[in-house]
């Protein structure tokens, strides 16, 4: 049974949900802990008229509970409501950033990936303009900087790049770093033949090399994201503009 099919199946309980603000405030506050019908009351702005025979009718679907004064969600109740906020979230993540996505190619990025979309919400959009050219890549510069572990995968290569991420190595910062068979061949070459050769015996540093034609620029590091995407038009990477974000969730 696909989607759609669950969908028309699941029709009058699913729309009830959506289609009622009270419901979904309800299930979004019950998410983030319990309550007691006074605060709903004042997180709602609805009267206690208006609430009750929607908790009723949650208790009575097992998907809330009451301890003392309190509503609580039941296990069943935390996943409808786990996934009632995620889809808020991915929502909220592809129109805040439709512009950034749509200029973009995303249909190489695991599909796994896409569906945590939602994670980046906190996030901005850095463009290269006027008089702050390279702000893009002065910013993953700085994140490389500050990191205390560094997670990349690169579709590109530049000496700022590789000096940073040297500078660090040598620092014993752990870095991981991923890339695709065109900037293997690359590193082979001078100057970053000897700069890779100059970190062989560290084993905070890893190398890895895919033979996938990898379409994405990412750095992670436990204190910063940054996500560098190709272009739809030319198929040209796109260094200067850069999704980034300090988020735990984004980080995760």
């Given at each position: 049974m696909n989607g759609f099919e669950i969908y028309k199946k699941m029709e009058d309980g699913v729309q009830a949900?959506?289609?009622?603000?009270?419901?979904?405030?309800i299930f979004l506050s019950l998410n983030e802990s319990s309550r007691k019908l006074s605060q709903l009351r004042e997180i709602t702005g609805s009267t206690s008229q208006a609430l009750i025979p929607k908790l009723r009718k949650l208790e009575a679907?097992?998907?809330?509970?009451?301890?003392g004064h309190e509503y609580f969600l039941t296990s069943a109740g935390k996943t409808v409501a786990s996934g009632i906020a995620d889809s808020f979230v991915i929502f909220w993540s592809i129109n805040k950033f439709k512009h950034f996505w749509l200029k973009h190619y995303l249909e190489e990025i695991?599909?796994?990936?896409?569906?945590?979309?939602?994670?980046?919400?906190?996030?901005?959009?850095?463009?290269?303009?006027?008089?702050?050219i390279l702000n893009v890549y002065n910013n993953q510069l700085r994140m490389l900087?500050?990191?205390?572990?560094?997670?990349?995968?690169?579709?590109?290569?530049?000496?700022?790049?590789?000096?940073?991420?040297?500078?660090?190595?040598?620092?014993?910062?752990?870095?991981e770093l991923i890339v695709p068979l065109h900037v293997a061949e690359e590193l082979k070459r001078s100057p970053y033949l000897e700069k890779i050769e100059a970190l062989k015996n560290y084993e905070n540093f890893k190398l890895m090399v895919t033979d996938e034609y990898i379409k994405v620029g990412l750095i992670v590091t436990d204190k910063h994201?940054?996500?560098?995407?190709?272009?739809?038009?030319?198929?040209?990477?796109?260094?200067?503009?850069?999704l980034f974000s300090s988020d735990s969730k984004a980080i995760e």
């Open positions: 949900i959506y289609r009622s603000r009270l419901l979904t405030e679907d097992h998907l809330i509970e009451t301890k695991p599909i796994p990936l896409l569906k945590e979309i939602g994670c980046l919400y906190e996030s901005e959009v850095l463009k290269d303009k006027g008089m702050k900087k500050e990191a205390d572990h560094i997670h990349c995968i690169s579709s590109v290569v530049t000496e700022g790049y590789a000096d940073s991420i040297s500078e660090r190595v040598k620092e014993i910062i752990p870095v994201l940054s996500l560098n995407l190709y272009e739809k038009e030319g198929a040209e990477y796109d260094i200067s503009t850069g």
